[in-house]
Nanobody, 122 residues
Framework: VQLQASGGGLVQAGDSLRLSCAAS????????VAWFRQAPGKERDFVAA????????NYADSLKGRFTISRDNSKNTVYLQMNSLKPEDTAVYYC????????????????WGQGTLVTVSS
């Protein structure tokens, strides 16, 4: 599965952005997908995950209520809606996919997109 993340950019604190993760394969609908992010000088962290049918989602505790993950399997795309952005949300955001079984840990993800940079100014 090839993944293409997009939608990043430079925004101000309080703004919203929607990231997209487009997959190259029609069977993407069988994949669990997650977003991770890596801030400058820090390790990559879990952001959110969604099961193959969208029925199960999880978020990093600090992001609950501001970020929403969703998917449209007819478009082979997973989205990350980010609201009320803060400067500390500045990072490269990566989408990743794995098989059918739902996981949130990075080590279980086999396929990775190239990342999209989100910069939030204060």
């Amino acid at each position: 599965v090839q993944l293409q993340a997009s939608g990043g950019g430079l925004v101000q604190a309080g703004d919203s952005l929607r990231l997209s993760c487009a997959a190259s394969r029609r069977t993407f609908s069988n994949n669990c997908v997650a977003w991770f992010r890596q801030a400058p000088g820090k390790e990559r962290d879990f952001v959110a995950a969604i099961s193959w049918n969208g029925g199960t989602t999880n978020y990093a505790d600090s992001l609950k209520g501001r970020f929403t993950i969703s998917r449209d399997n007819s478009k082979n795309t997973v989205y990350l809606q980010m609201n009320s952005l803060k400067p500390e949300d500045t990072a490269v955001y990566y989408c990743a996919a794995r098989g059918y079984t739902y996981r949130t840990q990075e080590r279980y993800y086999d396929y990775w997109g190239q990342g999209t940079l989100v910069t939030v100014s204060s």
